[in-house]
């Protein structure tokens, strides 16, 4: 078997990641980091569908001035 022909696919990634993981910062520590990472995540999911949802108000209220329309009073 030639080393330079061998890419790791998914599977053999996630656990080199976790060997590495493991070993830089113990395994006391992963789970502190994997709730981390998790709430991290779950803000940035809340930031990006508020930018939608205020990119899609205002779209609506250009497109009302645009066209006339009286804007909306808030």
Sequence with gaps: MNIANFVPGGTELIIL???IGVLIFG???IP???KTFGKA???F???K???EKEL????EKTSEDVNG???KSD
């Design 69 to 71: 329309n009286k804007p």
């Design 32 to 34: 502190e980091l994997a």
């Design 49 to 51: 569908m508020e930018g």
């Design 45 to 47: 999911e809340k930031g």
């Design 17 to 19: 990641v976790v060997v």
């Design 41 to 43: 995540k779950g803000e």
């Design 56 to 59: 899609k108000d205002f779209k």
């Design 27 to 29: 395994a006391k520590k």
